[in-house]
């Protein structure tokens, strides 16, 4: 379906659960009436994933959504910025969370506040990310693997929001290369650390390092 650019979605009223792959790999799109879909409260895995030709992307009509499945919006790379505010009900998130949107400057994670559980692979290769406050994930005790992984525009990042952590996955800010200085004094708490953690972020002040995890 790479080659639809325009596309028409019937209205129904009585789907309020999307099944996986929608309109996944139509990269000719270059905008989307999300309107019809203003019933759902789910959706599954890969939705719109590469749809690289999409600049921008009016969410409003997902304000009932609870759940999200892998990949949301996954590698849709044409996509310079994105209101998150209409998610603000968003209760999980599959893996891969606007992963490989690289071309997202920035990014508030206010309406992703009610996350419950660890998110995998979060803005995974979001590299045109150069901040970003996560101030909105501080409640989480839990982080998943690949968290920020491949973030290479960020050049700081506060992890005082981040003081409740006990645990964090595999690939913890891998390869944000661009970070130049990091302090891991918030990150005391944590009782389990995966493995590759900072692997590749040359970083020349770099706090204390939190804890081993356990053999």
Do not use: W
């Not at 009509?61 to 892998?70: D, I, K």
């Not at 952590?165 to 661009?178: E, H, M, R």
Request: hydrophobic share 40%.
């Amino acid at each position: 379906m790479a080659a639809v650019r325009s596309l028409v979605v019937a209205d129904d009223a009585e789907v309020t659960c999307l099944g996986n792959q929608y309109l996944n790999g139509c990269s000719g799109l270059t905008s989307l009436d999300l309107t019809p879909l203003a019933h759902l409260t789910s959706v599954g895995d890969g939705f719109l994933r590469g749809c690289r030709g999409l600049t921008a992307l009016d969410l409003k009509p997902m304000a009932h959504l609870t759940g999200v499945g892998h990949m949301f919006l996954g590698h849709c790379s044409g996509l310079t910025a994105l209101d998150l505010t209409p998610l603000a009900h968003l209760t999980s998130l599959g893996g891969e969370f606007l992963g490989g949107c690289s071309g997202l400057k920035v990014l508030d994670l206010t309406p992703l506040a009610h996350l419950i559980g660890a998110v995998h692979m979060f803005l995974l290769d979001c590299s045109g990310l150069t901040a970003l406050d996560l101030t909105p994930l501080s409640h989480l005790t839990n982080m998943g693997s690949c968290f920020l992984q491949g973030c290479s525009g960020l050049t700081a990042l506060d992890l005082n929001p981040f003081a409740h952590l006990t645990s964090v996955g595999n690939f913890f800010l891998c390869d944000c290369c661009c970070l130049t200085a990091l302090d891991l004094t918030p990150l005391a708490h944590l009782t389990r650390v995966g493995s590759q953690f900072l692997r590749g972020c040359r970083v020349d002040g770099v706090g204390p390092y939190p804890p081993r995890a356990p053999h």
